[in-house]
């Protein structure tokens, strides 16, 4: 409690510094997946101080730069996608990396080598402020000559503090002996209370200090369901519906707070982690959304929250949501399109139902041959190698499967992860593999085990006679058994 006083403090004090022209930083999670730099499209405007020679300087002390690294860069941050929006050499006198942004309204930035490890940081109205930093570790990143960014740091800090506390009182309630009753649990019922109602007074003390760092604490700090348990809704419920109890996501502000994408991310992983059934998650999620304007950047990085968030923790949702941002910003990409259209070919070759990639290569003899060439008929896509023991083990069964039914349709596509064509060939004829051949002869570098996602031999890929997955890694009695369901005797 001594610590949310004293962080009060800093706040009504960074509210003071604010009306002078400071507000607050901090890093974004190194964990967030691997997102999209660009340099297009323009830069938003923003309400810019009149006067094009008013500056603010960031300056950049970092160590374990590697030699060859000249520049640094500012982003501004879209959600799936980080746009590069300026910059930075060395300076000759002490080989900082200095920034000069033209003075506005507060926003935050990140800083880094690439946009897989960035130090957020606010810049707008302090004249200039120094940001320290190991390029290894940019998410520890510190400011100094900059109280907003302090106050931002305390932010982060006390967010931090009551989701440990949430934790351990959550893990205190359950750990009560089911004997002992509900007399037992009262004194942590009341302790959960305490908390949930010390979040309302940070929150509320946040409005009134600095908005923009209330909206983004908004996104993290949760109700707590135990403290709410008159309303008679089970946890996945209140969770699924009231994760963001807290936050006004019609409000405009929002569009400026890039914790909006790591809010969704964790929303996705909180309610996988309370064993949330898929369909309620999907429920929950255009729930949330419905209430963001569609034509707003917060429902665009809300969006891009859901994608991240689901791809860890729910397969089938991440391909159903990155399908529908495709279709809704293709003709607005920031770069993040064509990376979510590639994996969403690499996702495809996993799931039941959907269209195989395409696979062209090389022959044994030198020609080209691709999968399509194979549409209407009943397909086993083999990857194997002639120095892969089990692949070869398993070929005699994957003859005699091919010579039982391949009057009938079937019909299979061998994808060589070797290098050295002439043991390529000579596999084939040992095993008398009499079915069709490609190779890019890359070995564990190959574009078709990459298009796959194919990460070990053998395995294999059944289709049905329009390119669809039927199942994948078939092989022994189990594909003899779909082959005779497929076929028949």
Not at 55 to 65: A, H, I, N, P, T
Not at 430 to 443: A, F, M, P, R, V
Request: one cysteine or more; aromatic letters at 10%.
């Amino acid at each position: 409690m001594k610590k949310l006083l004293f962080l009060l403090f800093l706040l009504s004090f960074s509210a003071l510094e604010a009306q002078h022209g400071n507000t607050p930083n901090r890093p974004t999670r190194a964990s967030t997946p691997a997102r999209t730099q660009t340099s297009a499209p323009p830069a938003r405007t923003t309400n810019r101080t009149p006067g094009a020679a008013e500056k603010v300087l960031l300056v950049c002390k970092l160590w374990s730069v590697p030699s060859n690294t000249d520049s640094v860069n500012l982003y501004e941050y879209s959600g799936l996608a980080s746009r590069i929006i300026a910059r930075a050499g060395r300076r000759a006198s002490d080989s900082a990396f200095v920034f000069a942004v033209p003075k506005s309204s507060p926003r935050f930035y990140g800083i880094g080598l690439g946009d897989n490890a960035l130090a957020k940081v606010i810049l707008g109205q302090e004249p200039e402020l120094t940001l320290w930093a190991n390029v290894n570790f940019m998410e520890k990143a510190r400011t100094t000559n900059s109280p907003a960014n302090k106050a931002l740091e305390g932010v982060m800090q006390q967010i931090a503090l009551f989701s440990q506390e949430s934790e351990v009182l959550r893990t205190k309630y359950y750990n009560v002996d089911g004997n002992a009753g509900a007399a037992a649990r009262k004194p942590v019922e009341e302790e959960i209370k305490a908390l949930d109602k010390a979040k309302s007074r940070f929150l509320d003390s946040l409005k009134a200090a600095n908005t923009m760092l209330w909206r983004m604490a908004s996104v993290y700090i949760t109700p707590e369901h135990l403290a709410h348990k008159s309303s008679g809704q089970l946890e996945t419920d209140f969770y699924g519906k009231h994760y963001f109890d807290n936050a006004n996501f019609s409000d405009p502000g929002y569009n400026d707070i890039p914790d909006v994408f790591n809010g969704f991310e964790s929303f996705l992983s909180y309610l996988a982690r309370i064993a949330t059934p898929q369909e309620k998650v999907e429920e929950y999620i255009d729930q949330h959304l419905s209430k963001i304007p569609k034509d707003s950047r917060t429902y665009r990085m809300a969006f891009g929250g859901v994608i991240s968030g689901a791809k860890t923790t729910y397969g089938q949702l991440y391909t159903k949501y990155a399908l529908k941002y495709i279709e809704l910003y293709s003709n607005n990409s920031y770069g993040e399109i064509p990376r979510l259209q590639f994996e969403m070919k690499k996702a495809s070759t996993f799931m039941p139902g959907f269209e195989a990639p395409d696979l062209t290569g090389m022959t044994p003899d030198s020609n080209t041959y691709s999968l399509k060439q194979l549409r209407g008929k009943v397909v086993m896509v083999d990857f194997w190698a002639s120095w892969c023991g089990p692949c070869r083990r398993e070929n005699p069964n994957l003859v005699a499967n091919y010579k039982k039914y391949k009057d009938k349709g079937f019909d299979v596509l061998g994808v060589s992860l070797d290098r050295d064509a002439k043991a390529w060939v000579k596999a084939i004829e040992q095993d008398g593999l009499e079915w069709h051949h490609i190779s890019d002869l890359k070995g564990w570098q190959s574009q078709h085990a990459a298009l796959y996602s194919v990460t070990s031999i053998p395995q294999t890929l059944l289709l049905d006679r329009d390119g669809k997955i039927i199942v994948r890694n078939l092989r022994g009695e189990q594909l003899g058994e779909k082959l005779k369901e497929l076929f028949g005797e």
